[in-house]
């Protein structure tokens, strides 16, 4: 699958990434936002594994962002299962040197079209943990609304934290995020 976002894309997982993904996901401004499966460090040992799982998706729901050299981050979402069966949990990273120009936004948006277009989910929805607020404008921009806060729900290096859950559904759904402002 690839999905073309001007200079970057989202596409299938290929073998050669798991060297980007080892650079990338190493960094602890990475991590402190995501779930403790997402380690610190991230040896390569990890990034092998992860491209090998990501590689043998049956499904494929787990995606890279990319630009022209090589993967810059991640993206994907989980189909849920039982009564939840019409909703998906949505995640996503980016490598540190390329925050703060967008691309998440504008992947969130390619991954909601191409999951809403592509499956009979109703409901994509996404935690962030307390203290992240470019995760929430992420989201915002999307369409995406907050739902509520899970107080002290996580447990992250040691501090308890309140997270944030948002959610969009079908019917709220617009093809392009608003500004990127």
């Known amino acids: 699958m690839r999905i073309d976002i001007g200079s970057i894309c989202?596409?299938?997982?290929?073998?050669?990434?798991?060297?980007?993904?080892?650079?990338?996901?190493?960094?602890?401004?990475?991590?402190?936002h995501l779930r403790d499966s997402f380690p610190y460090p991230y040896t390569r040992r990890d990034a092998l594994r992860w491209v090998a799982a990501a590689l043998a998706?049956?499904?494929?729901?787990?995606?890279?962002?990319?630009?022209?050299?090589?993967l810059i981050g991640g993206i994907g979402f989980v189909p849920q299962m039982d009564v939840h069966r019409k909703s998906a949990e949505i995640g996503y990273w980016l490598g540190e040197p390329f925050w703060g120009r967008g691309i998440v936004t504008r992947a969130v948006s390619a991954l909601v079209?191409?999951?809403?277009e592509n499956s009979d989910l109703v409901r994509l929805y996404a935690y962030v943990f307390a203290g992240n607020p470019a995760s929430?404008?992420?989201?915002e921009k999307n369409g995406f609304v907050c739902e509520g806060v899970l107080r002290q729900s996580v447990l992250k290096n040691g501090t308890l934290l309140d997270q944030k859950l948002f959610a969009l559904l079908r019917d709220g759904y617009r093809r392009e995020p608003s500004s990127t402002r």
Not at 57 to 70: G, L, R, V
Not at 136 to 139: G, K, N, S, T, Y
Request: charged content about 30%.
């Open 57 to 70: 998706q049956e499904e494929e729901t787990n995606f890279a962002i990319a630009n022209a050299a090589e």
């Open 136 to 139: 929430e404008r992420v989201l």
């Open 10 to 32: 989202i596409r299938s997982y290929e073998k050669r990434d798991s060297a980007a993904v080892h650079k990338y996901a190493n960094n602890p401004n990475v991590s402190r």
């Open 113 to 116: 079209a191409h999951a809403f």
